[in-house]
């Protein structure tokens, strides 16, 4: 079992930047995936940022790309999502994922964080 707790949302204007963090109560150092989605009401969750396989692979949603960093820091179990440039259609909350592969069988542990809103007004 982990926990992930998320800090760093908020209200910015259009244009502005956030900070998001996602600590974990286990080793990020070790896992597969680690991720950020965002969901509004009404819609499905989305992923919004994504590392895995040891950091060889990083995806970003075409509608965020170039403007959203994810990065780790495995010292602190932590990980981040920097957004710049932020617009009103980035309003959602946000959650970070993270998944562990525990044995040669393929066997996961995976978290989700509680969410966190962020909210951009123009």
């Known amino acids: 079992q982990v926990q992930l707790v998320e800090s760093g949302g908020g209200s910015v204007q259009a244009g502005g930047s956030l900070r998001l963090s996602c600590a974990a109560s286990?080793?990020?150092?070790?896992?597969?995936?680690l991720g950020w989605y965002r969901q509004t009401p009404g819609k499905e969750r989305e992923q919004v940022a994504a590392?895995?396989?040891?950091?060889?692979?990083?995806n970003y949603a075409d509608s965020v790309k170039g403007r959203f960093t994810i990065s780790r820091d495995n010292a602190e179990n932590t990980v981040y999502l920097l957004m710049n440039s932020l617009k009103p259609e980035d309003t959602a909350v946000y959650y970070c994922?993270?998944?562990?592969?525990?044995?040669?069988?393929?066997?996961?542990?995976?978290?989700w964080g509680q969410g966190t809103q962020v909210t951009v007004s123009s």
């Open positions: 994922y993270v998944r562990w592969i525990v044995n040669v069988e393929g066997a996961t542990v995976e978290g």
């Open positions: 590392v895995s396989s040891g950091g060889a692979v990083i």
């Open positions: 286990r080793k990020i150092g070790t896992a597969h995936t």
